[in-house]
């Protein structure tokens, strides 16, 4: 609390920014992905973003105190600066990397050299290096396909569903020679382990459509010589597993398990296969596992979020005890759709990309805990909002947290407006983070408002009981979570109650536009990527599978589940001015839910406007787009708050 205090003192002399001052802050942020670490510990490699949404490669020798970052290249005038996913050799000595979608590079990390090993016309991913070093293995989807139900789907015309680009697990020589198909045509391959010998896979598999399957699938072991797949491990229907990971004795097969709403963004508990029957690791645990690596045949170190932050902790097999090496605010996640974290052979040596809302992010490496800050690219960064605090509170018996960010400035004599931004998922978490140009309200902070990012029951960072907890029950607990969570804030905070905004983005857009139908608490909204109608949604959606494990039913068997859920159903009662966008090729939350919402509160009288943004899918890939989201979502709480 005392330093609470002298924080709020001493920001009194600093005044809230405007939104240009905001928002030319975000773009002047350098961005990072993509970290890796030798095995040795040795080299490092890492992806800086580009304004026009490309990426360069930078490799970076810690054996040598004098070195400075390199940039690698693959150098394909026709595709420019869009290399990404660097592959270390396992002796250390080379890496490979993509250039684009279907060309596959390979770099000596001494010379320099860079020559190609692959371009198969298609789409590649998920490369991983034989334990010998003597081949690579891939994903591959012939003649296009690939991206995930995230990008931007194809225009719906023709015979739908006729064709389906199914990812095949296949590998190539490093010293030359065609790629081989391994696995079957009519199954797509969503990740994969080499066996320790390097004579099988262990794969999670699912008939295609890829974007749609993936909540269905099994694990798989895959004969290299015979090419003979068996399935050795099918999950019950509201458990999804990913990570498939082998054990260096070859005996085991652990992976990652729990209800997912998401291909790759990941939390669960940690599971071992040992013959058919797979065992629950972590059973109980108050965390969500996001990834995780052996080290040895007995220990597994894994990343999780755990109470709206981070840890990373080692498990024993054997015992099942676990010990927490590191905790923070902010989350590392070693596997997944945005890995920030990489290990090197010995389980210690690590790299991360590190972020809070005080701490711009830069590149970070050494032992676990004790990391040195490598890059100081934003270093001249500053936050253009507040301070940062983490709070709990109770609702209906269970603990819940969030994240409370202060305005600009603050004055403790003074009333404020608040924003609650409601993460995605549902199965997620908010944790801290430095704001990126994509639908995030920190930036809010800097206009002189408070922003409230709770993690209501479904989400991650509690266990697997808390993200279970709003199954068949969306827009219910969570809600009241949620309302519990600002009641709880505005005991301490000087919020001025007329003055409340709610937005997400996806299931948070989903949220934001349920939320307006339930009450009158707040006085301006924006939803995107919202769902107005659960019943109608799961027709125009490519990815209805995620919604069996949350309903208990497709809605033909049973609609009345899906309709106590939806906005729709309670749309007269709405009177919150609302800001709907969302993308036009949006697959995931398809562009007619907006519609839809967006109509009733034009024909009802509220106050309403509505976006589509011409090509972009469920994640905007246009910065100058992600920018003008942002512009417009910020425009609108002005107007609608930030009046006294």
């Known amino acids: 609390m005392l330093k609470l205090l002298l924080a709020a003192a001493l920001a009194l002399c600093v005044q809230a920014s405007t939104i240009d001052e905001v928002l030319k802050q975000l773009e002047a942020v350098k961005s990072f992905s993509g970290v890796s670490i030798s095995p040795d510990g040795r080299w490092l490699t890492w992806l800086r973003a580009m304004p026009d949404g490309n990426s360069e490669i930078y490799l970076l020798d810690r054996k040598n105190p004098a070195a400075k970052a390199e940039r690698i290249a693959s150098g394909d005038p026709q595709i420019g600066r869009r290399d990404h996913s660097v592959v270390w050799s396992p002796d250390s000595r080379q890496f490979t990397f993509m250039c684009g979608e279907d060309k596959i590079f390979l770099a000596d990390a001494s010379s320099r050299n860079v020559r190609q090993l692959a371009d198969v016309k298609g789409y590649v991913t998920d490369v991983r290096w034989r334990p010998d070093g003597s081949q690579i293995a891939?994903?591959?989807?012939?003649?296009?396909?690939?991206?995930?139900?995230?990008?931007?789907?194809?225009?719906?015309?023709?015979?739908?569903?006729?064709?389906?680009?199914?990812?095949?697990?296949?590998?190539?020589?490093?010293?030359?020679?065609?790629?081989?198909?391994?696995?079957?045509?009519?199954?797509?391959?969503?990740?994969?382990?080499?066996?320790?010998?390097?004579?099988?896979?262990?794969?999670?598999?699912?008939?295609?459509?890829?974007?749609?399957?993936?909540?269905?699938?099994?694990?798989?072991?895959?004969?290299?010589?015979?090419?003979?797949?068996?399935?050795?491990?099918?999950?019950?229907?509201?458990?999804?597993?990913?990570?498939?990971?082998?054990?260096?004795?070859?005996?085991?097969?652990?992976?990652?398990?729990?209800?997912?709403?998401?291909?790759?963004?990941?939390?669960?508990?940690?599971?071992?296969?040992?013959?058919?029957?797979?065992?629950d690791l972590t059973p109980g645990m108050n965390a969500s596992a996001s990834g995780f690596v052996w080290r040895g045949n007995n220990e597994i170190l894994f990343t999780e979020d755990v109470d709206g932050g981070g840890g990373i902790s080692t498990l024993n097999v054997a015992n099942g005890k676990s010990e927490m090496l590191w905790k923070g605010a902010e989350t590392l996640h070693q596997d997944g759709n945005f890995p920030n974290f990489a290990l090197a052979k010995d389980g210690l040596t690590s790299a991360a990309i590190r972020s809070t809302w005080e701490m711009a992010p830069e590149i970070w490496a050494g032992e676990i805990g004790d990391w040195k800050k490598i890059t100081h690219a934003n270093a001249e960064q500053r936050p253009?909002?507040?301070?940062?605090?983490?709070?709990?509170?109770?609702?209906?018996?269970?603990?819940?947290?969030?994240?409370?960010?202060?305005?600009?400035?603050?004055?403790?004599?003074?009333?404020?407006?608040?924003?609650?931004?409601?993460?995605?998922?549902?199965?997620?978490?908010?944790?801290?983070?430095?704001?990126?140009?994509?639908?995030?309200?920190?930036?809010?902070?800097?206009?002189?408002?408070?922003?409230f990012f709770p993690n209501p029951r479904g989400s991650y960072g509690e266990?697997?009981?808390?993200?279970?907890?709003?199954?068949?029950?969306?827009?219910?607990?969570?809600?009241?979570?949620?309302?519990?969570?600002?009641?709880?804030?505005?005991?301490?905070?000087?919020?001025?109650?007329?003055?409340?905004?709610?937005?997400?983005?996806?299931?948070?857009?989903?949220?934001?536009?349920?939320?307006?139908?339930?009450?009158?608490?707040?006085?301006?909204?924006?939803?995107?990527?919202?769902?107005?109608?659960?019943?109608?949604?799961?027709?125009?959606?490519?990815?209805?599978?995620?919604?069996?494990?949350?309903?208990?039913?497709?809605?033909?068997?049973?609609?009345?589940?899906?309709?106590?859920?939806?906005?729709?159903?309670?749309?007269?009662?709405?009177?919150?001015?609302?800001l709907v966008v969302v993308g036009e090729r949006d697959g995931e939350c398809p562009a007619p839910q907006s519609f839809e919402f967006w109509h009733a509160l034009k024909t009802t009288g509220v106050p309403t406007e509505l976006v589509v943004y011409p090509g972009e899918g469920h994640s905007f890939r246009d910065p100058k787009n992600r920018l003008d989201v942002l512009r417009r979502t910020l425009d609108w709480f002005q107007e609608y708050l930030g009046k006294k």
Do not use: C
């Open 138 to 279: 891939f994903l591959f989807a012939a003649n296009g396909g690939g991206g995930g139900p995230l990008e931007a789907v194809p225009a719906q015309t023709g015979v739908i569903g006729a064709e389906t680009h199914n990812e095949r697990l296949t590998t190539l020589a490093v010293s030359g020679g065609a790629p081989v198909s391994l696995s079957p045509a009519e199954l797509n391959i969503y990740e994969y382990d080499w066996s320790p010998d390097g004579t099988k896979f262990a794969a999670i598999a699912a008939p295609g459509p890829a974007d749609n399957n993936w909540w269905t699938a099994k694990l798989y072991t895959l004969d290299i010589h015979s090419k003979e797949m068996t399935v050795v491990y099918q999950p019950p229907v509201d458990r999804q597993i990913t990570v498939p990971r082998w054990s260096p004795d070859g005996k085991t097969i652990a992976f990652i398990g729990g209800l997912m709403s998401d291909a790759g963004f990941i939390g669960g508990d940690i599971f071992s296969l040992a013959g058919s029957e797979a065992k």
């Open 463 to 578: 266990g697997e009981e808390f993200t279970r907890a709003n199954v068949k029950d969306f827009g219910g607990g969570d809600l009241r979570d949620i309302l519990a969570g600002v009641d709880q804030v505005a005991k301490t905070a000087p919020i001025d109650q007329s003055r409340i905004g709610v937005t997400g983005w996806s299931y948070g857009g989903y949220m934001t536009m349920w939320t307006v139908t339930q009450t009158q608490r707040f006085s301006a909204a924006v939803a995107g990527a919202g769902i107005a109608d659960w019943q109608s949604y799961y027709g125009e959606n490519s990815i209805d599978e995620w919604m069996i494990p949350y309903f208990g039913a497709s809605v033909y068997d049973d609609p009345a589940v899906y309709a106590k859920s939806s906005p729709i159903t309670f749309i007269k009662q709405v009177k919150t001015p609302t």
């Open 384 to 451: 253009h909002w507040g301070i940062a605090e983490s709070v709990t509170w109770q609702s209906d018996g269970s603990k819940v947290q969030g994240w409370l960010v202060y305005p600009e400035g603050f004055d403790a004599a003074k009333k404020y407006p608040m924003v609650v931004e409601i993460h995605g998922g549902p199965a997620g978490m908010r944790s801290a983070s430095w704001p990126s140009s994509h639908f995030d309200m920190s930036v809010m902070a800097g206009l002189g408002y408070f922003v």
